[in-house]
């Protein structure tokens, strides 16, 4: 298979046990190099282990994970090298300042001083955190977090972005600003994998949809095939919200 | 009150269930070494010492609620006060602390002693939940290194710099050099003991190196791709970048070899049990029977030869501490990959 038409993440027969419990079952897709691709799903349905797997962090109980043509359990150091990761608690030291969190990725990649400080300039000034430069991480608001772990995934220019729920609990100007940063990364041949309950934003961007219940697979096409409505369509396959009146709360104002 | 009743219940709950931080003893190698080196006046710098860091620190049943939990609870400025007094109490261990003070200190220490001792101790509570802000001053200063693992030095030296082991040392040290310019004709051995007790007194922070990184921190070294083997060098050099200063005006050569030694042992706690550890406190490591001796003593060992013999013996405990960095640098890496 040629590195053109190679898709940028590969799952074969993917497994993930805890014990007794199995969080990821028997998991199989590709993604598409420049896709964004959405993974959905309930709270615990696997979302946060599959990404873990793909990432080289978490070792599969069975079943194969290929990330831009690389072995994620035998290569996991070339794999951390070709990737950008956005992980749940984005992973920040306290003692260290937003930009010295990117002079870190810059150092440790080697992308050397003066491309690095370039770099880091623009991603501060494009996600709006050039105030925060000299902010440390233990001080940093919630979206400065989630910027700062942002940057450090795009600084060195990875082949495949991974991102744990970027779009929660951010501001909808934050929420904009990734929106068409990710469009646009995307615009440039680096494929986008990304988890979200958000589905108003995952409309707005996905190229494809992979939605999960317990572990398996339920839906995986291209965006545009999803039949009505992104909302309905996930109720209808993923989760049916429950009706219940509490009463106790007060009852309805006319 | 059924308020407080009702807290301290579940406080009692989650407690227990979390066997391991009550009974697995929390150690800090300098209060054991001063109790046992300097004896009777031990019993003074045990109740004082020993209360502080034990205290607040590992048997503290209060840090299991978050603090923003329980800011939000509806309770008074009394509750609290009182919540904040009877909480450790439902810890067995702060029974069985307070129980050995009271022994070790029966008819030798004075009631103004033992109001010294509850004022540390209160402070130890107060200072512990002052939230500080990494403003300017130092944490700004830190210099910079060559080298990929520029920031990450930089930033084990400000944890380093949050911890109470580095200011109990740096007392013993400044203390000491300012009593060889007033008084010159210290002893030779009174440089080996007190290098000795320097170095130990930084020494459970070597067995704790990452209880300062946080949950974030720790997925930040899983995503970097880094070996393990440089992940704890970096930890290692800011340990040392710290220990050698400290030991300048005693003995350095021996204070290095006792530093790498700490090191080399410490990393086996660091990786394969580590122990989170609380900013402006003394670190706990590992309990002071049989990992703490056998550091302390191995410490003692390498650095009475450097001292008496020759400072060759320094290129052993190189060679020691670069053979457990390689070695538990592979433990980090397994360690990480299994999540």
């Known amino acids: ?254 | 009150m059924a308020r407080l009743a009702a807290i301290l219940k579940a406080l009692g709950r989650a407690l227990g269930r979390d066997q391991k931080s009550i009974w697995s003893l929390a150690g800090n190698n300098f209060f054991i070494v001063s109790a046992i080196v300097l004896q009777d006046a031990g019993t003074f710098i045990y109740l004082i010492i020993g209360l502080v860091i034990l205290l607040p620190l590992s048997t503290d049943p209060l840090r299991k609620i978050p603090a923003s939990r329980l800011r939000l609870w509806p309770l008074d400025r009394r509750e609290r006060w009182i919540l904040r007094a009877v909480s450790p109490w439902i810890n067995p261990m702060t029974w069985a602390i307070a129980a050995l003070a009271i022994w070790m200190a029966h008819g030798k220490v004075t009631v103004g002693l033992w109001g010294l001792a509850a004022g540390l101790v209160a402070s130890g509570f107060v200072l512990s939940s002052l939230k500080i802000t990494r403003g300017n001053g130092l944490w700004r200063r830190i210099p910079h290194f060559p080298g990929p693992l520029n920031q990450l030095i930089r930033k084990n030296l400000r944890a380093i710099l949050c911890t109470l082991d580095l200011y109990c040392a740096l007392l013993l040290s400044v203390s000491t050099l300012a009593f060889r310019i007033a008084l010159p004709a210290l002893p030779r051995e009174a440089f080996l003991v007190l290098t000795l007790l320097v170095t130990v007194a930084l020494s459970s922070y070597a067995q704790c190196l990452f209880g300062l990184d946080g949950k974030g921190g720790l997925s930040r070294y899983r995503l970097l791709p880094l070996p393990g083997w440089q992940v704890l060098a970096a930890k290692d050099a800011a340990f040392l970048l710290v220990a050698i200063p400290l030991t300048l005006p005693l003995a350095p050569l021996t204070g290095i070899g006792a530093a790498l030694m700490a090191l080399a042992i410490g990393h086996r706690n660091s990786v394969n049990a580590p122990r989170p550890q609380v900013r402006w406190r003394f670190s706990t490591g590992a309990a002071f029977l049989p990992r703490g001796l056998a550091q302390v003593a191995a410490m003692a060992v390498v650095a009475s030869w450097i001292f008496y013999y020759s400072a060759l013996f320094l290129i052993p405990c190189a060679a020691a501490c670069a053979g457990s960095i390689w070695w538990y640098g592979r433990s980090i890496e397994r360690m990480l990959k299994d999540g």
Not at chain 1, 150 to 159: G, I, K
């Open chain 1, 1 to 254: 298979m040629d590195i053109l038409s190679r898709p940028a993440i590969l799952c074969r027969n993917l497994t993930r046990r805890f014990g007794d419990f199995t969080a990821v079952d028997d998991m199989t897709f590709e993604v598409a190099a420049g896709a964004i691709c959405a993974f959905l799903g309930p709270n615990g349905a696997g979302k946060s282990t599959t990404l873990k797997m793909l990432t080289g962090l978490l070792p599969p109980s069975s079943g194969e994970v290929e990330v831009c043509g690389l072995d994620a359990k035998s290569q996991p150091v070339e794999l951390k090298r070709r990737i950008g990761v956005l992980p749940e608690d984005f992973g920040l030291f306290d003692d260290l300042t937003v930009g010295e969190h990117l002079s870190l990725i810059g150092d440790v990649y080697g992308l050397g001083k003066t491309l690095t400080r370039a770099r880091t300039d623009q991603l501060l000034r494009v996600l709006n955190l050039e105030h925060g430069r000299d902010t440390f991480a233990g001080s940093c608001s919630h979206g400065m977090r989630k910027k700062t772990s942002l940057a450090m995934a795009l600084l060195p220019n990875p082949e495949v972005l991974f991102l744990d729920e970027p779009f929660e609990a951010i501001d909808p100007v934050t929420s904009k600003i990734m929106r068409d940063l990710l469009q646009a990364i995307a615009g440039r041949g680096i494929t986008v994998f990304f988890t979200s309950h958000v589905l108003s934003a995952v409309e707005q961007i996905a190229t494809q949809l992979i939605m999960i219940r317990k572990g398996r697979v339920v839906w995986n096409t291209p965006a545009a095939e999803v039949p009505v409505a992104l909302e309905q369509h996930y109720f209808d396959l993923v989760e049916t919200p429950v009706a219940e009146d509490i009463e106790w709360l007060g009852s309805p104002r006319s």
